[in-house]
């Protein structure tokens, strides 16, 4: 399994030789903590150190300049003030090398000067087509290898499967010493500081393609190309699952909004979309993540969502079966088989349905027998062993019964194993196996959730991840945004608009009516008033010439008492369009990601109800079911009670040609067709009312 | 502060003697534990053993019987085989003992056989006038008298200041032996077992006037008694929280339903609506339930949601700031003079807004004077303090700078103290102080979130827990539940219902509709159809006597021909009612707590939409405003765009009159007024239709 990685990052992973520069003898400085950990690490290149000063540094000595440090030399970390660092790195470039990390602050997070002095180091870096991590980054390191270019106090993390890509070096630094108390270990940690040049996108496909690593985690303020981060993501997703606690929603926050689909969508629904898209799993905090993580690592995927939970108490076995069914898995239903062999391990009173309650008594043996049988029963696809510290065993003589059974299985196990004091060796004999262990059933239950989610993911075709772009389906620049000219739009791509004319007089607007024939709408035609329907704008089913006349006239008026300052052109003349369903499909333009789809229930309370989903545009397939699965708008299309059923072909069919309208017009900040008439099966759909905005 | 407890239960924690039936010599029984434990546990009364054996045991001799032992003895552990129980409880009885804990197990748990031991011990209970706890549990701690009647393996827990009251006993020894590595103690722990007497409820009081408790955790399956829970749980939380940790979602399951609200209430609608309605907090887990528990008991409370986060780095700030978002805090501005303040301390790349980012290379007294700052600022009501370990100083050193600015201060200070190696010394510190620390920002920003939650909870007047329940208002019996009847019934309630007049005839209905003058509405009569509106069966503004006799006709044959095994009796004829928004207003009975209000977005889509809200009746007035500004139902009556407001202070006046019949008919097992029709301020509303099934 390999991806297309720049092999302009390759030195990063595999240097053949480094040079500190910057390193230095004063015990509390970060140039000395680097030099440490290069040598401490066991890396087992070349590892050359530059100071002016010179001296001898953890037996080796300080060269004063970077022209007198030997072959070989391809990876440059740099620990100098930030105003020498382009200098510096020019340097680098004049000496060769093609990879370097500014680890030093006083760049772009401070002032001016540090921003330009960033800039300057972007330019030099391009100039001799070099590499830069940073800067003001806490480095990389792979536990494998072994490399490890961070200040951060000694000891590194464990080796391990899980790979982490970090837009904060603090963040690191606090996992990487959390991570002792947890079990896990990290393969590859990549901070990547102010990403001057490579970004979290750059560094996916480069850490996916480590054979040590199983897992990518990602700690994540934002992205530096929304869809390219998807485009690459989604390659690594079909072969190694990737989590990110991605945050910055405050920052982020909401803008002001013409349409109900912009004051709906915000950037953390762009944010859920894009992950869905690339397969991209999204925990809300760190400790999350790294539950998932560890049981995506060690664990086989199921394939389902029923799991057998086995326990030697009551109480937590109910905390359990709540949990699961909160995450969306069942309890398995048990063979009768199952049951019976249970029966045959078990003391009279234990409980064998599901959760299996084996009592206080239960031997490591009886653990041991009952997870086997449990795990032979072909309608459980995964187990939860619950392991309070039993009342007369051991709980690391019950781990020590169980790690064969489950380290043998094709079925994953989590294990709940709660206690403090009573569980120490149970725990380090699970980690030691790489059995996921969890203090709680409910954290046990998620990661079950996780993994069943994975395995359904990966049971997907392929995705093809942005749909083939195609040419403009209209050739008409687009002009003004009005009424006539949206509907032109939504026409040629085969939206269905109702027939719609335009009346400047009361004498046009009785003509037309009797040309289209009754009974007609009449709708204020403005391109100022977005909400049409707010100010009493709309009027329907009027039915004889002289109603025309009287509504056109009180429209008019209304409208310029209700919006002095409006261009009003008069009123739209449309036929009555049959009863049936109506929902909203709405687009935003996201800075980050492109053209978003909104989808939901519409009306004026659409903004109140929330019953809408985002997804990319232009959608997958995938995608247009999401979006009518995870509404009530989108369920109700089948048919709800006396309303009936609507014409979904259609409705998916639009939610794709608007997807690829505003893929083709980026110009358009926001459009909002409310409602969607949806008339019966194969009676297809009517926008009855099209909005846009242009993008300032 | 005393509750008022039933002074029988004072022998369970203040016992002048304890005698224990079933002492055991053998190492590995439990009754030799339950001797151990309290023994070692340092009880400074007097302990008594029974073995028929006799023999010495703990330097204490075994007595034979319990005649032969001395006084003073008034509480009697029993672990005994389930058949010896009723007659050693009756020798108890004749000892004169009044208080018991049967740990046994071997009754309701097991058989029918057991089940009717566990009876029998109850009637002798009865008959002694003796309380009993248990049986199938582990007892009873108290760490500050101190007694343990447990057999868990020792050490017992840390003294502390938290009480837990369990339905599990297995819960109770995970969270024994769990709580060591999270630096928190216990005060009072009573394992429940089957309950056969002393209950949950039985218990809240007897603990909440423990003085050393601060704090009540309670791990719950259920409740014996809904309304008297409420009761007790309502009077302790005006003095000490009360958090539970309710599972069971899964076995209360949901019963097949009648109407909307039935199938939307489920039993977990009524747990939420009782713990709301007792200032009970609900916690989703273990992990949530002691980390709010630690932060109530050990810090002031906060006069705001106004939080200030001190960090030494972005990304956990970031992520600090968005967790407090998410969980309805926020980060507080900062006076100038406190921005000024901050400057003078920090170095000049630090980030003086909040969060505060004093940089990695922030030390211990930075750390103080910073917080310091911060509390002093008025518009801070609460800070957050962001420890990973520094790079150039000791945690622990930060640690022991902070602890007297956080135990001085009037305001909260909660420490995400992040990472595992480096963080004990600091760990140990802030849990010696009493200072509340957690391994990530989010789990710091919910116990600031519940902190605020309390606050506010105490900040409104002490709840009238039940309105004083009246004399029924009407004196007639119910009898069928007909639409007629129904009419009657909520007139008598002030809800005001249309006219509703029964045609059986074509020329009725026309008298009728000529009387109470046209435009009118004809609904389908008859008790067998529930929604009406499903079958066609309610035709609106029908303007002439022609058409009322033609629809007359054809609602007949309609229904007829739907339902043919319907009894029909008619067609009603109502006037017309002014238009308006439409609201559900339904009661169902909770097996637990009686009856149950929902409120929310009526029509035929509010199984769809679920924007519904639950409380008990009869209402408080708090209730009725949280189940209005919990819905987008009741936010929308105050008018949105073109909706027009809506009659809000009939809507509450008629869910306190729907909560009052409720209540005075629990022969009632559903009602429900689908749609309730409001109109413009001032002119009240309309219960257009009413539903309601009587308890079976």
């Known amino acids: 399994m390999t991806f297309h990685t720049d092999p302009s990052l390759t ?33 087992p290149g070349a590892i050359h150190f530059v100071n002016p000063k010179s001296g001898m540094l953890w037996e080796r000595p300080l060269h004063p300049t970077l022209t007198a440090v030997p072959d070989p030399v391809d990876l440059a970390v740099l620990l100098i003030p930030a105003q020498f660092a382009p200098q510096t790195l ?107 040049d490579v970004s979290e996108t750059d560094m996916l496909a480069a850490i996916a393609n480590d054979p040590h690593t199983k897992v990518i985690t990602m700690y994540m303020e934002g992205v530096k190309n929304g869809r390219s981060f998807i485009q690459q993501a989604s390659q690594v997703t079909q072969q190694k699952p990737v989590i990110v606690h991605k945050v910055g929603r405050t920052a982020s926050g909401q803008q002001a909004a013409a349409s ?15 992950f869905r898209r690339a397969g991209v799993i999204r925990a809300q905090s760190s400790e999350e993540q790294f539950d998932w993580a560890k049981a995506l690592a060690w664990c086989p995927l199921p394939t389902g969502r029923n799991v057998a939970v086995l326990t030697n108490a ?27 062999q249970l029966q045959a391990i078990l003391p009279p009173f234990a409980s064998l349905h599901n959760p299996v309650d084996m009592l206080a008594s239960a031997s490591p043996n009886d653990y041991a027998q009952c997870l086997q049988t449990l ?80 395995s359904e993911f990966l049971a997907q075709a392929p995705l093809s991840v942005f749909p083939r772009r195609r040419e403009r389906q209209v050739p008409l620049p687009l002009g003004g945004l009005s009424t006539e000219a949206l509907g032109q739009l939504l026409t040629a791509y085969g939206i269905r608009v109702p027939v719609l004319e ?71 003349i449309q036929p009555m369009i049959p009863a049936g369903q109506e929902v909203i499909i709405g687009a935003v333009q996201d800075p980050q990601f492109g053209p978003v789809i909104m989808f939901g229930s519409g009306g004026v309370e659409v903004e109140g109800l929330a019953d809408v989903a985002f997804a990319l545009a232009p959608l997958t397939e995938a995608d247009a079911h999401y979006l009518l699965g995870n509404t009530w708008a989108g369920k109700k299309l089948a048919g709800f009670r006396n309303i009936e059923a609507g014409d979904k072909t259609a409705v998916l069919d639009t939610l794709y040609r608007l997807g690829q309208l505003v893929s083709d017009f980026p110009e358009i900040a926001e459009i909002e067709i409310n ?22």
């Open 675 to 696: 409602p969607l008439r949806v008339l019966a099966a194969g009676q297809g759909v009517y926008a009855l009312d099209v909005r846009a905005i242009r993008r300032k």
């Open 90 to 196: 020019a340097a680098c470039g004049e000496r060769g090398i093609r990879a370097a990390i500014i680890a030093s602050g006083g760049f772009r997070e401070t002032d001016e000067t540090g921003a330009a002095l960033e800039t300057e180091c972007l330019d030099i870096a391009r100039q001799y087509q070099m590499r830069l991590i940073g800067p003001n980054c806490i480095g990389l390191l792979d536990t494998h290898l072994p490399l490890d270019t961070t200040f951060l106090p000694p000891p590194g993390p464990n080796a391990g499967d899980i790979a982490f890509i970090s837009h904060s070096g603090a963040i690191c630094a606090a996992l990487i010493d959390w991570s002792f108390g947890q079990g896990f270990g990290f393969s590859r940690l990549v901070s990547l500081g102010n990403q001057a």
């Open 502 to 572: 335009l009346a400047d007089s009361v004498e046009t607007a009785v003509s037309l009516a009797n040309t289209i024939s009754y009974p007609v709408a009449l709708k204020i035609a403005s391109p100022d008033i977005l909400h049409k329907s707010d100010m009493g704008g709309v009027i329907l089913n009027v039915t004889t010439p002289e109603a025309v006349a009287q509504n056109y006239t009180s429209l008019i008026e209304k409208a310029a008492a209700t919006y002095p300052h409006a261009k009003i052109e008069g009123v739209h």
């Open 375 to 454: 795990l032979a029963d072909e309608q459980v696809h995964s187990a939860m062993v619950i392991l309070p510290p039993p009342p007369m065993f051991s709980a690391g003589a019950v781990a020590h019964a169980l790690i064969p059974v489950i380290t043998t299985a094709d079925k994953p196990v989590v294990v709940a194993l709660m206690g403090n004091r009573l569980i120490p060796e149970a725990a380090q004999h699970f980690r030691a196996a790489h059995v996921p262990e969890y203090p709680f059933p409910e954290r046990a239950a998620r990661a079950l959730a996780v993994l069943a989610q994975r």
């Open 260 to 274: 109900h689909t912009g004051a709906l969508a915000g950037s953390e629904s762009a944010f859920d979309a894009a």
């Open 314 to 340: 009551g109480g937590p076995g109910v905390t359990a079966a709540d949990a699961l069914e909160a995450n969306g898995l069942q309890l398995a239903p048990l063979h009768e088989d199952t049951v019976a």
């Open 11 to 43: 030195p990063f992973f595999e240097p053949k030789g480094i040079v500190l520069i910057g390193a230095s003898t004063k015990p509390t400085s970060l140039g000395f903590g680097v030099a440490r950990n290069l040598v401490q690490s066991g890396y």
